[in-house]
T-cell receptor
Framework: AQTVTQSQPEMSVQEAETVTLSCTYDTSENNYYLFWYKQPPSRQMILVIRQEAYKQQNATENRFSVNFQKAAKSFSLKISDSQLGDTAMYFCAFMGHTGTASKLTFGTGTRLQVTL | EAQVTQNPRYLITVTGKKLTVTCSQNMNHEYMSWYRQDPGLGLRQIYY???????DKGDVPEGYKVSRKEKRNFPLILESPSPNQTSLYFCASSLAGGFSTRETQYFGPGTRLLVL
């Protein structure tokens, strides 16, 4: 079974600074997807970024980028130029390809606070 | 607008009183899924459906039922709710359940359930 570990329950960063959220996962699969979801106080789950395991190039979406290390099974999220609106819970998620269906396996989340 | 909708958004009920949480998507997605979110546990999958009339158990299916009679709808049924089912519930959908290079799960706004 796949597992996803987020070892930082809470983090804080000042506005305009850069912060990196960590995520590691365990799987025996070779083809899979990795995601970061943001959950603001509204509780809505918002997709931040996705990465296909077969792509060596790290995904980027504006101020958000990932450092995908397949051999190390690591998938960290970097937020540049942090903004107050980035305050949220961030979940790392893994989606495999086993059998006839796939599912998202989530980490326990990192609560990010952006301060002035 | 492409979206996943859930109803109701908030629900307070009593132990044993059957309830249904509806989920609908307008993106013609094949794959739909239900998750529950509990503090410190992230999101865990309850049930999923790869297509009409095809459903299967996720990680925490006990106490829940689902059906998929139409492609767009995937209701979650609690036949006899208990207090340990108090949680935040999310419905999600995706194009093909992992077999598409554009695979991404889109989430509904969540349903907060309190069982007394």
């Amino acid at each position: 079974a796949q597992t996803v570990t987020q070892s930082q329950p809470e983090m804080s960063v000042q506005e305009a600074e850069t912060v990196t959220l960590s995520c590691t996962y365990d799987t025996s699969e070779n083809n899979y997807y990795l995601f970061w979801y943001k959950q603001p106080p509204s509780r809505q789950m918002i997709l931040v970024i996705r990465q296909e395991a077969y792509k060596q190039q790290n995904a980027t979406e504006n101020r958000f980028s990932v450092n995908f290390q397949k051999a190390a099974k690591s998938f960290s999220l970097k937020i540049s130029d942090s903004q107050l609106g980035d305050t949220a819970m961030y979940f790392c998620a893994f989606m495999g390809h086993t059998g006839t269906a796939s599912k998202l396996t989530f980490g326990t989340g990192t609560r990010l606070q952006v301060t002035l | 607008e492409a979206q996943v909708t859930q109803n109701p958004r908030y629900l307070i009920t009593v132990t044993g009183k059957k309830l249904t949480v509806t989920c609908s998507q307008n993106m013609n997605h094949e794959y739909m899924s239900w998750y529950r979110q509990d503090p410190g546990l992230g999101l865990r999958q309850i049930y999923y459906s790869m297509n009409v009339e095809v459903t299967d158990k996720g990680d925490v299916p006990e106490g829940y039922k689902v059906s998929r009679k139409e492609k767009r709808n995937f209701p979650l049924i609690l036949e006899s709710p208990s207090p340990n089912q108090t949680s935040l519930y999310f419905c999600a959908s995706s194009l093909a359940g992992g077999f598409s290079t554009r695979e991404t799960q889109y989430f509904g706004p969540g349903t907060r359930l309190l069982v007394l």
